[in-house]
């Protein structure tokens, strides 16, 4: 009948697979969503030509925010609504570690944000390098606490206090600042401020939320990021102290995340989807090979589905280069690893 529109074609829900986004350098960059990530979205949202709708969710090594809040963010710059039940940063699995250690320093981020998300992963004595400065600003000699720094700061008598362990949530606003107090806490008797170890060998454990050396942000070329922070933290120790200094990292590559990542997948897609059975493939879209490509291709060796990785060309990863770890495929844009994964399925 001529007027009518095409009816469009029913939508179902797949159970067969499933998708999980990398994002900066593949949806977002510099806060400014890829074009064709919007277009993406619509396509796993059910506005394909196969009439399917796919589950997805995101892993990013980034942070700073609590979930909700990158959520919240995150919907808006991709014009849907992302819920924090199908969201991973680099921190989360870090709140597994709440009821391990009791006094923590967190490092990174804007303010006091990551005080905000360690409380709410459930730590019990957050310290931030303010604080510390607050108590003796001796510690910097070149940085000073902004007023507003000071008052949001706490006091305390850091002679008093043992520091357990070292958590980096996001990148340092101040590396100066913020490798010096590692670095002082590395060098005490455990985690005492203001006393040295003979040895070198009583502080605190350093956790990293990721290990990303550099990353995608919105200058033209990659940024470095918090794996540089602690490969100059490690070879700072090594010059101060002669010793070597192990640190650990959480996010991706780390095979913990991407078994975080089956868990919230698998909730997720009950949840909201209803299915109760595991996906025969995930198809894992990122940017850096180091991360996101190393990560799915070991993580598909441990796990009993599919993990394909697909590489984009928006980010970290230079087209005409090899990639250290090899793609299952490589594309151009987001968009296109949609399609491809979807087209490949039928
Ligand atoms: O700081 C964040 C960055 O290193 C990577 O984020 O989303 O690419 O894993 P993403
Ligand atoms: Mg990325």
Not at 29 to 51: C, S
Not at 181 to 209: A, H, Q
Not at 225 to 239: D, N, P, Q
Not at 267 to 285: A, L, N
């Amino acid at each position: 009948i001529p007027g009518t529109p095409p009816t469009p074609p029913e939508t179902t829900v797949t159970d067969k697979y499933a998708y999980a986004f990398d994002i900066d350098g593949v949806l977002i960059r510099g806060g400014r969503p890829i074009p064709e990530a919007i277009e993406a979205m619509k396509w796993l949202n059910g506005e394909n030509p196969y009439g399917v709708k796919v589950p997805y969710i995101f892993v990013t090594n980034g942070g700073g925010k609590t979930e909700q809040e990158r959520c919240i963010q995150l919907s808006k710059q991709l014009e849907m609504e992302i819920s924090p039940g199908q969201f991973i940063c680099g921190h989360t699995p870090m709140r597994e570690m709440a009821e391990q250690y009791k006094t923590v320093l967190v490092v990174g981020g804007e303010g006091e944000k990551c005080r905000q998300v360690a409380e709410g992963y459930g730590f019990k004595d957050v310290v931030t390098p303010g604080d510390i400065i607050k108590d003796n600003q001796d510690t910097t000699p070149f940085r000073k606490l902004t007023k507003e720094e000071y008052e949001n700061s706490r006091a305390r008598n850091f002679a008093e206090v043992e520091i357990e362990a070292i958590f980096v949530f996001a990148d340092s606003r101040d590396w100066a600042c913020d490798q010096q107090i590692i670095l002082d806490l590395l060098m005490s008797k455990n985690g005492r401020l203001g006393t040295r170890s003979e040895t070198f060998d009583e502080g605190p454990p350093v956790f990293f939320s990721h290990n990303d050396v550099v990353w995608s942000a919105s200058h033209d070329l990659t940024r470095i990021g918090m794996g540089a922070l602690r490969v100059s933290l490690e070879a700072m120790f090594k010059a101060v102290t002669g010793k070597n200094l192990e640190t650990t990292a959480f996010g991706k590559p780390q095979i913990g995340t991407f078994q975080f990542a089956t868990r919230l997948l698998q909730q997720w897609r009950k949840d909201t989807h209803g299915i109760d059975s595991p996906p025969d493939t995930v198809y894992f879209v990122g940017d850096t090979p180091e991360s996101d490509i190393r990560g799915t291709n070991e993580y598909d060796q441990h796990s009993e589905n599919n993990w394909y990785s697909i590489l984009v060309k928006t980010g970290v990863f230079e087209a005409g280069t090899k990639p250290r770890f090899t793609p299952k495929a490589t594309v151009d844009t987001v968009l296109d690893a949609v399609k491809h994964g979807i087209e490949r399925e039928y």
